[in-house]
T-cell receptor, first 119, second 115 residues
Framework: GAVVSQHPSWVICKSGTSVKIECRSLDFQATTMFWYRQFPKQSLMLMATSNEGSKATYEQGVEKDKFLINHASLTLSTLTVTSAHPEDSSFYIC???????????????FGPGTRLLVL | GENVEQHPSTLSVQEGDSAVIKCTYSDSASNYFPWYKQELGKRPQLIIDIRSNVGEKKDQRIAVTLNKTAKHFSLHITETQPEDSAVYFCAASIKSPGSARQLTFGSGTQLTVLP
C-alpha cells in the first residue's frame, strides 16, 4: 500500500505552547488530506479536510483558529495546535487520499499518528 | 449527515472460528465502504473495501458483503488467528460533486482471538 508519514510520532509540551504536526504522502500525490483525532478506546473523529492550495474545511465544533491547517503541496499538510491545553491531549492521525501508482480509484491511507500530551 | 453504527463493540472468538462484524449506515447516497484494522497505538490499516456496485468481495480469509437496500454491510473473517486481534472500524463515504469524499467511521469493534 501507499506510504503516509507523520512527524513527530509523539510530543509532550507545556500548556500554552503550540505544536506543529507534519503529514506527508511519500509515494503518491494526495488530492485531499484529512486530520482526525482519536481519544482512548474511541473511534476516529474527523477534524478537517484540506485540499492543496485552498483553505481547510472544518467539522462542526472544531475551532479553526486553534487547529491551523496548511496544505502546502500535494504531498504535505501540517496541523498546528495553538495554545495547547491538557484537553487537547489526544492521538492525532492524518490521512491522505489520492491515486496510487497503478491504481484506478482513489484510496485513503493513514499516517502512523502523533500522540500529543499537554501538561 | 451520514451516521454509521457498528456492532458488536467487543467480540471474542476461539482461534479457527469465524468472526462477523456488522455496520449500518443512514445515507443511501453512500457508495464506498472500507474496513480498517487498528492495532493498539498504531495507524488504521485498510484491509478491504467495497463499492456500491458490488454485493460481495473476498480477499483470502476476509470478505465483505453489502446490502444497499437494507443499508448494511458486514465484515467476515474466517479461520481466525491470534494476530487478527485488533480494533476493526467500518466506514462509509459519499462522493459529492465538487467536494472531497469523507469517511464516517463506526465506533469500532475490539476483536480478541483466543488461542
Amino acid at each position: 500500500g501507499a506510504v503516509v508519514s507523520q512527524h513527530p510520532s509523539w510530543v509532550i509540551c507545556k500548556s500554552g505552547t503550540s505544536v506543529k504536526i507534519e503529514c506527508r504522502s511519500l509515494d503518491f500525490q494526495a488530492t485531499t488530506m484529512f486530520w482526525y483525532r482519536q481519544f482512548p478506546k474511541q473511534s476516529l473523529m474527523l477534524m478537517a479536510t484540506s485540499n492543496e492550495g485552498s483553505k481547510a474545511t472544518y467539522e462542526q465544533g472544531v475551532e479553526k483558529d486553534k487547529f491551523l491547517i496548511n496544505h502546502a503541496s500535494l504531498t504535505l499538510s501540517t496541523l498546528t495546535v495553538t495554545s495547547a491545553h491538557p484537553e487537547d491531549s489526544s492521538f492525532y492521525i492524518c490521512s491522505a487520499r489520492g491515486f496510487v501508482a497503478g491504481g484506478i480509484q482513489e484510496t485513503q491511507y493513514f499516517g502512523p499518528g502523533t500522540r500529543l500530551l499537554v501538561l | 449527515g451520514e451516521n454509521v453504527e457498528q456492532h458488536p463493540s467487543t467480540l471474542s472468538v476461539q482461534e479457527g472460528d469465524s468472526a462477523v462484524i456488522k455496520c449500518t449506515y443512514s445515507d443511501s447516497a453512500s457508495n464506498y465502504f472500507p474496513w480498517y484494522k487498528q492495532e493498539l497505538g498504531k495507524r488504521p490499516q485498510l484491509i478491504i473495501d467495497i463499492r456500491s456496485n458490488v454485493g460481495e468481495k473476498k480477499d483470502q480469509r476476509i470478505a465483505v458483503t453489502l446490502n444497499k437496500t437494507a443499508k448494511h454491510f458486514s465484515l467476515h473473517i474466517t479461520e481466525t488467528q491470534p494476530e487478527d486481534s485488533a480494533v476493526y472500524f467500518c466506514a462509509a463515504s459519499i462522493k459529492s460533486p465538487g467536494s472531497a469524499r469523507q469517511l464516517t467511521f463506526g465506533s469500532g469493534t475490539q476483536l480478541t482471538v483466543l488461542p
